[in-house]
């Protein structure tokens, strides 16, 4: 696992956006899942600004999601099918036959997770997945105790990430209690996880998953069995990591040739 420490999240946008313009340039049709929340935004803005300026051809890249409300209804602002359109594919100027995602309104939602794995695999797997982290050490939306080998499923929302999600709605009664997430072990299988991490509220999850040991209890911490996984993070998100000089000075001494 690589751990980068950078200024801001500014700094952070640009890194990974960056690794994202390298992959696309090696495998145009790349793969690429993408996380929701306020935290990856400064990527995809940097990609759009990319795209606007030439810097980056995205015209053949897919994307994928990580996650999924269920029970709101279709076109809804605020599932994430809407918001990954809003943020990531029409910024970039690709169409909605590059998007996979699963169906959060399905007649069968188990079904339909199960499904949504199939395709990603069908699909080829995915490339780069981008992931967030909650205050409670969930990736995806598998909350803290989710089986470290999970696939693709419905979960139940903790009262803390839904009030974590609360901000985007108007009320608290308005957040979903269920979901449909890649499991810890479908987001193990991408070839190369990127986990983006900024905020003071983010540090001690960000300590525990990197520093701590493996456990169900922190999702996050399944990273470390990933043999490419690289968590990104601000200065204040990395304010609790005891290694933290010894994170910088490494990165600091990296090969030029070895990439993100």
């Given at each position: ?18 690794a994202i313009t390298d992959l696309l340039t090696d495998k145009p049709d790349a793969l690429l899942g993408v996380a929701t929340g306020s935290t990856p935004l400064p990527i995809y803005q940097s990609l759009a600004a990319r795209v606007g300026d030439g810097r980056l051809d995205a015209s053949r890249a897919r994307i994928c999601q990580l996650d999924e409300y269920v029970g709101l209804p279709a076109g809804h602002p605020e599932s994430y099918r809407s918001v990954v359109l809003r943020e990531v594919v029409e910024p970039l100027g ?167």
């Amino acid at each position: 696992m690589e751990i980068v420490i950078v200024p801001d999240p500014a700094a952070a946008g640009e890194l990974i956006a960056a690794a994202i313009t390298d992959l696309l340039t090696d495998k145009p049709d790349a793969l690429l899942g993408v996380a929701t929340g306020s935290t990856p935004l400064p990527i995809y803005q940097s990609l759009a600004a990319r795209v606007g300026d030439g810097r980056l051809d995205a015209s053949r890249a897919r994307i994928c999601q990580l996650d999924e409300y269920v029970g709101l209804p279709a076109g809804h602002p605020e599932s994430y099918r809407s918001v990954v359109l809003r943020e990531v594919v029409e910024p970039l100027g690709l169409t909605e036959e590059s998007f996979l995602g699963p169906d959060g309104n399905a007649a069968d939602i188990a079904a339909a997770a199960t499904a949504y794995d199939r395709a990603l695999a069908e699909a080829g797997g995915v490339d780069l997945q981008l992931l967030g982290i909650g205050t409670d050490g969930h990736i995806g939306f598998n909350e803290p105790c989710s089986s470290l080998s999970s696939r693709t499923r419905i979960k139940t929302l903790t009262r803390q990430t839904r009030e974590d999600n609360a901000r985007f709605f108007d009320s608290l009664d308005e957040v979903p209690h269920h979901v449909i997430t890649q499991g810890i072990g479908t987001i193990l299988e991408a070839r190369h996880l990127v986990l983006l991490a900024t905020g003071e509220a983010k540090a001690e999850a960000v300590a525990l998953a990197v520093e701590g040991p493996l456990a169900a209890a922190v999702p996050a911490s399944a990273l470390q069995l990933h043999p490419h996984a690289t968590v990104v993070v601000d200065e204040a998100a990395a304010s609790k990591l005891k290694l933290a000089d010894y994170f910088r000075d490494t990165y600091a001494a990296k090969p030029a040739w070895q990439k993100l």
